[in-house]
Structures are given as C-alpha cells and as structure tokens.
C-alpha cells in the first residue's frame, strides 16, 4: 500500500507539474490573433489610409485654389495701380495746369473738377477723382460751359 500511496502521489505530482507546464506555456507564447479582430483591424487601416488619401487631394486642391486667387489679387493690384498712377497724373495736371486756389493751399473742388473737365477726362472720373456726386460734377460742367455750347 505505500507503494501505491507513492505511486499515486507521483501521479498527482506529475499532474500538477504539466498544469504549471502548460499554463507557462500558453503564457510565454504569443497569443494568436482572433481572425475577426485581425480582419477589422485591417479594415481600420484601409479606412485610414483611404482618409490619408483623401486629405492629401483636398489640401493640394486647396492648394492650387490658393494659388489662382493670388494670382488674381496680385493682377487686381497692378490694375488698381495702373488706375491710381493714371488719377495721380490727371490730378497733377489739373493741379499744375493754372487751377484757381482758393486757400492759398489746394486747389477748390470746382476748380479741379474744371481742369479735368477741360483735359478731357469724363464727369465718372471726376466724380471718382474728387469725390463728389456724379450729377454735381455733371452740373459744374454745364454751368460753366459757353453759352453757344448749351444751347447747341
């Protein structure tokens, strides 16, 4: 019976050391991933990339969108100092060209608005020019015309 008693204990002994072999075991391999899991994480890496994908085109597009509209400013900016350079030319001849002072210091509007007027420039430009309603421009004008050309 002792002999039994031993057997079985070594049984038991056993038993517990391939349990304790086992269970390090399933420890210290790697796991394997569930086919479910790894499919949906791969799914989450195409998404991502699609989504990387797609940012990249808009921020080019918005790229090149920036890049037209400052093409665009930049050609208003030459047009609008092209017109600044031309009213700063009719304003120096009008100024320079024996316009009535009426301060000593600048010329009156009435004046100025004549000497444009008298240079060719149009009662749109004047009124631009100087800054007054087109109407009072265009009345400045036919008051001071010569009588023969009113009536005409």
């Known amino acids: 019976m002792a002999l039994q008693a031993l057997f079985l204990g070594q049984i038991v002994v056993d038993l517990v050391l391939l349990a304790l072999l086992s269970y390090l075991i399933f420890r210290l391999l790697p796991r394997k991933v569930d086919a479910g899991k790894e499919g949906e994480g791969l799914a989450l890496i195409?998404?991502?990339?699609?989504?990387?994908?797609?940012?990249?085109?808009?921020?080019?597009?918005?790229?090149?969108?920036?890049?037209?509209?400052?093409?665009?400013?930049?050609?208003?900016?030459v047009s609008a100092r092209e017109v600044r350079d031309r009213l700063e030319q009719l304003l120096s001849r009008a100024g320079g060209g024996g316009v009535n002072r009426t301060d000593g210091s600048e010329p009156s509007r009435r004046a100025a608005a004549l000497a444009l007027a008298a240079r060719g420039a149009s009662a749109g430009?004047?009124?631009?020019?100087?800054e007054l309603p087109r109407g009072e421009i265009e009345l400045m004008i036919k008051l001071h015309q010569p009588v023969s050309k009113v009536t005409s």
């Open 125 to 130: 430009e004047i009124a631009s020019i100087l």
């Open 46 to 77: 195409r998404q991502a990339e699609e989504l990387r994908s797609e940012l990249e085109r808009n921020i080019e597009e918005k790229r090149q969108l920036t890049s037209k509209i400052l093409a665009h400013l930049d050609e208003r900016l």
